[in-house]
């Protein structure tokens, strides 16, 4: 089984509000990521989760606040967001890297708006 | 400096075609794995495969095709006897040692459009 599951699929918020977008896999992997993908260009790595902590951020505005809270679940909370964060958010898992890189596997994606 | 080009922004063929998507990449690394991933309009996506940098044997998996070179840093993906289900995006990725591999690099992708 190689699905990675993620809810809502479609969330339209305000600029005041706050939500959280979330992921789940059950295929045993210790890395988990969050990508951003606007219309029509790849997706671009948000942060990446590797054993439950964080490894890397890139750069990424704080109003995006990622969390891990077991080794299967992995949160994106957000908060005042802008228009322009309007995007399909894609969560990804992954075998922990050591020697080798695995390849990542993707759930369906949030299609987030901001309104 | 863009580290993978994917120089076909759109391709359309006629169904049972066979069309290949190119894939050039940058990288000082020796070491290194390159991979391809399809997009469908549901916007999941979908692993094709994985290559590291040091097996440059050529892969098929059925009527998939994948040319890895070393020489000219490029990895082509070829579909033959394309289907209409084969319409989608298709990314071409790059990861570097750096950061134990877990940043990937995407190529702007190739819109592929297969027509009955």
Redesign the interface.
């Given at each position: 089984d190689?699905e990675v599951t993620q809810t809502p699929k479609h969330l339209v918020m305000g600029m005041t509000n706050k939500k959280s977008l979330k992921c789940e896999q059950h295929m045993g992997h210790r890395?988990m990521?969050w990508y951003k993908q606007k219309a029509?260009?790849?997706?671009e790595?948000m942060f990446?989760y590797?054993y439950e902590k964080l490894?890397?951020n890139?750069s990424v505005p704080s109003r995006f606040s990622p969390e891990c809270p077991n080794s299967s679940l992995l949160n994106l909370h957000l908060h005042a967001l802008q228009p322009e964060d309007s995007a399909?958010y894609?969560c990804?898992s992954?075998q922990a890297?050591?020697t080798?890189?695995?390849?990542?596997?993707?759930?369906?994606?949030t299609?987030l708006t901001v309104t | 400096a863009q580290k993978v080009t994917q120089a076909q922004t759109e391709i359309s063929v006629v169904e049972k075609e066979d069309v290949t998507l190119d894939c050039v990449y940058e990288t000082r690394d020796t070491t290194y794995y390159l991979f391809w991933y399809k997009q469908p309009p549901s916007g999941e996506l979908v692993f094709l495969i994985r290559r590291n940098s040091f097996d440059e044997q050529n892969e098929i998996s059925g009527r998939y095709s994948w040319n890895f070179q070393k020489s000219t840093s490029s990895f082509n993906f070829t579909i033959t006897a394309s289907q209409v289900v084969d319409s989608a995006v298709y990314f071409c990725a790059l990861s570097e040692p750096e950061n134990y591999g877990q940043n990937f690099v995407f190529g702007p992708g190739t819109r592929l459009s297969v027509l009955p």
């Amino acid at each position: 089984d190689t699905e990675v599951t993620q809810t809502p699929k479609h969330l339209v918020m305000g600029m005041t509000n706050k939500k959280s977008l979330k992921c789940e896999q059950h295929m045993g992997h210790r890395a988990m990521y969050w990508y951003k993908q606007k219309a029509k260009k790849p997706p671009e790595l948000m942060f990446v989760y590797s054993y439950e902590k964080l490894s890397i951020n890139e750069s990424v505005p704080s109003r995006f606040s990622p969390e891990c809270p077991n080794s299967s679940l992995l949160n994106l909370h957000l908060h005042a967001l802008q228009p322009e964060d309007s995007a399909l958010y894609l969560c990804a898992s992954s075998q922990a890297p050591g020697t080798v890189t695995y390849e990542q596997y993707f759930g369906p994606g949030t299609r987030l708006t901001v309104t | 400096a863009q580290k993978v080009t994917q120089a076909q922004t759109e391709i359309s063929v006629v169904e049972k075609e066979d069309v290949t998507l190119d894939c050039v990449y940058e990288t000082r690394d020796t070491t290194y794995y390159l991979f391809w991933y399809k997009q469908p309009p549901s916007g999941e996506l979908v692993f094709l495969i994985r290559r590291n940098s040091f097996d440059e044997q050529n892969e098929i998996s059925g009527r998939y095709s994948w040319n890895f070179q070393k020489s000219t840093s490029s990895f082509n993906f070829t579909i033959t006897a394309s289907q209409v289900v084969d319409s989608a995006v298709y990314f071409c990725a790059l990861s570097e040692p750096e950061n134990y591999g877990q940043n990937f690099v995407f190529g702007p992708g190739t819109r592929l459009s297969v027509l009955p």
